[in-house]
């Protein structure tokens, strides 16, 4: 299935030039649909396309054997009697350069951070055929894609030679929800309740969604996608953490885990101080490459009065919803019953935990229903004020502040029932916490999935309440 991602193959077409060469780079968390992006725009692209892809590192395949198994897929791809000339990157890479030769040519290198890995300076390798032989070709483009953010730093957008060679730079995020949604267009009569609890397990990630049968029940796609050991979601995380990182695995393992399962977000130095770590150094290392991984996102402390003063703090939230429900409960039922099938304690907490993450990680997706337009959004995240002697602490799910000086503190809930009326006590005492100016306006946004009483409604204390269903329909 394919849907959506428009903007994202406009942005590719408009990243070749007819009258130049041109690089551009497309990243991702692994399994958002990059691929099937690219292999899409390949599909409407109206000159020569020419894509190759690379597999994890292998300790057992030495170089030369790696540079062979790429001479067979030019091969392939060139559709060429003989295996092409691959005593050296050098003469592959020129190889390949020299059969695109046609004006308006797309050359794709997928997973590139896994190419070379053994041949130290391999990139600078590609820049000079590029820079030598690419450079002056028209209307070609050299698309580079990968998960591993980090490295497309490092070895690409940051690196000198690169520099200002960039033509796009394109990340592709999750499906918005009104799209992955349309998983279950064939089966209309699938609550929309339904598709929330599936939605909350693995969010707007293409290749997730596509393993549930939107004919079956939620605990039936529950059970066989994650829970037996047959699933395709019962041990992903082990196998994308191991294609990512080579290292650190065990202190970023750590990391997610005590994030996952902490009460309240944490800055690094609070999870170094949990953990017994330094926050300097590896800890500091390991939370930047997560974040580039797409697994955390650092949320700015910022102080409300000073429209905004952005703190000098950073609270650490994990915002892929698989990873979270693999921390939150399934690594630690596979600790106590390895190759077993696995249960989930607490499910609909859990689930309000996940919709609660989802609804933050879409939020521009609904700021419309609210009246907000991006351009006047300061801050947008969820808000920690800490505890001291002076002032009570609270924490708020979703805290949009926009430079008009007006604030929508957004109470999120996943019930099994419809709230009732006690929701409003309980979103009253953030408000009371909560230090603000005088100056600022408050408006407070219930978002729920069961819907909400008659007493919350007749109360007319929320400023505006947003249904689940409005989300999927955008």
Not at 308 to 324: C, E, M, Q, S, V
Not at 441 to 460: C, I, K, P, Q
Not at 466 to 474: F, N, R, V
């Amino acid at each position: 299935m394919f849907f959506g991602r428009q903007e994202e193959l406009k942005a590719l077409a408009t990243a070749i030039r007819s009258d130049q060469s041109t690089v551009a780079i497309v990243k991702g968390r692994r399994r958002v649909g990059k691929t099937t992006l690219i292999k899409e725009f390949c599909r409407q692209f109206s000159g020569k396309s020419f894509y190759f892809t690379n597999s994890p590192p292998d300790p057992k395949i030495t170089d030369a054997k790696e540079r062979e198994l790429f001479a067979d897929q030019a091969k392939r791809v060139f559709g060429l009697p003989y295996r092409p000339p691959h005593e050296s990157w050098y003469d592959l890479l020129s190889f390949i350069s020299d059969q695109c030769r046609e004006t308006n040519t797309l050359l794709v290198i997928d997973e590139i951070n896994w190419m070379g890995t053994k041949t130290p300076g391999f990139i600078n390798t590609f820049y000079q055929v590029r820079e030598t032989q690419m450079a002056s070709k028209k209307g070609f483009l050299l698309l580079f894609a990968g998960s591993l953010t980090s490295w497309l730093k490092e070895h690409i957008l940051q690196n000198t030679g690169w520099v200002g060679r960039i033509s796009l730079d394109l990340t592709v995020p999750e499906l918005p929800l009104h799209l992955a949604a349309r998983f279950w267009e064939s089966t209309p009569r699938v609550s929309i309740q339904e598709i929330v609890r599936h939605l909350c397990l693995v969010g707007g990630v293409p290749r997730y969604l596509e393993e549930f049968n939107p004919h079956d029940a939620f605990n039936k796609n529950l059970k066989r996608v994650f829970l037996q050991p047959s699933g395709m979601l019962y041990d992903e995380f082990e196998k994308v953490f191991s294609e990512l990182f080579s290292h650190q695995h065990g202190v970023m393992r750590e990391m997610l885990q005590a994030l996952a399962t902490s009460s309240t977000y944490l800055t690094l130095a609070e999870l170094a101080e949990q953990l017994g770590r330094s926050p300097n150094g590896v800890l500091s290392d390991a939370a930047r490459a997560l974040e580039d991984a797409g697994f955390i996102r650092r949320e700015s402390s910022w102080s409300i009065a000073k429209n905004p003063a952005i703190g000098r703090r950073h609270w650490l939230r994990i915002i892929d919803n698989y990873t979270l429900l693999y921390f939150r409960s399934m690594w630690l039922g596979k600790q106590r019953r390895p190759g077993q099938t696995l249960t989930i304690e607490n499910l609909q907490v859990i689930l309000g935990l996940q919709w609660e993450n989802l609804v933050v990680n879409h939020q521009q997706q609904w700021w419309s229903f609210l009246g907000i337009e991006a351009r006047d959004v300061v801050m947008a995240h969820p808000y920690r004020q800490p505890k001291t002697q002076r002032r009570r602490g609270c924490q708020i799910d979703l805290l949009i502040q926009t430079r008009h000086n007006t604030l929508y503190l957004c109470e999120i809930k996943f019930l099994e029932n419809p709230i009732g009326v006690s929701i409003i006590e309980e979103v009253e005492r953030k408000i009371q916490a909560l230090r603000r100016p005088r100056q600022f306006s408050l408006r407070t946004v219930l978002v729920h999935v069961n819907g909400v009483t008659e007493g919350v409604v007749d109360a007319s204390y929320f400023d505006a309440i947003l249904s689940a269903e409005q989300l999927l329909k955008g």
